[in-house]
């Protein structure tokens, strides 16, 4: 039988090694979930390649780790790029996503993602290593992502001299992108010294809520983020007896934090046309704005949650051009 109209507009086109790539990165969270609400730790983590830091310059960025609190395991990579000539570099602290149970700052596809950030920004990038969950639950994540940011701002010498704190951008995407905002919104409300955020970017940002939106019905099954993974997901990650309307997940619904009184950063929002979160992704830029705060949205129709990662696309090139005119033009506003 002829597959119909409407059933092809829903599978974007997709290079075969990134379908292939997004075929087995679902098929691994699939196979490392269980009944019992526990992962399959062990096959994720022989499964995720991982890459060591190194200090001698690859792709001119440079790179080690820094460890805050080995009792949690919380460390960072710090990306820093060889060629520049400039002597103040913006930081972006960078939070990877995998539904806050996948992956770390170690794994192949942030360690190459940050490493581009780092080169095509000219920016000192801090890519953080938080604790995951089911082992660890809300708030350890953004327990976590708030205590770099005061490791940072008490330790200023981690950093290259050409690091400046006082150009500070929080980024993620996914789970990372939640993160960010939820550490954006500690950041305001907690004074810090050294670190100044003048800038978000929220890539694909993972939220949800109780309800189901058009786009998720629309979009179910779509790879990486289908609503059976998701909501299994969100029962590991919240408190025992919370609904997804938690100020965690629906962080634009009723129990929403107010951030209109608050110093919140200039946002820049990305969202895919076959990412089924796309349509909660676009009411937190309308949040934002309803707020009473900056905000951009930008909207790539053709592609799936997560496309920045493959590097065979050429939309994930442009979006960290779009990412590098944003922390341009914050920059010359701060001048």
Known sequence: MPKSKSSETQRPSLPWKTRLSVSFLSALTDAARRSDGTVNRRLLNFLDRKISANPTPINGVKSSDITVDPTRNLWFRLFIPTTT????????????????????????????????????????VVSVNYR???????????DDGFDVLKFLDENRDVLPQIADLSKCFLAGDSAGANLAHHVAVRA???????????????????????????????????????????????????PDGSDR??????????NAIDI?????????????????????????YEWIRKSGKEAELIEYPNMIHAFYVFPDLPEASQLISQVTDFVAKRLSNVK
């Open 85 to 124: 000539t400039s002597t103040s570099l913006p930081v972006v602290v960078f939070f990877h996503g995998g539904g806050f149970t996948y992956l770390s700052a170690a794994s192949f596809a942030y360690d190459a993602v940050c490493r581009r950030f780092s080169r095509r920004i000219s920016a000192v």
């Open 132 to 142: 995951l969950c089911p082992e660890y639950r809300y708030p350890s994540q953004y």
């Open 245 to 254: 309307d938690h100020e965690a997940v629906n962080v634009s619904g009723p």
């Open 260 to 284: 209109s009184g608050l110093d919140y950063p200039d946002t820049l929002v990305f969202v895919g046309g076959f990412d089924p979160l796309q349509d909660w992704q676009k009411r937190y």
């Open 188 to 238: 305001c409300r907690e004074r810090l010294r050294e670190v100044k955020i003048i800038g978000l970017v929220s890539i694909q940002p993972w939220f949800g809520g109780e309800e189901r939106t058009e786009s998720e019905i629309r979009l179910e099954g779509a790879p990486l983020v289908s609503v059976a993974r998701t909501d299994w997901i969100w029962k590991l990650f919240l």
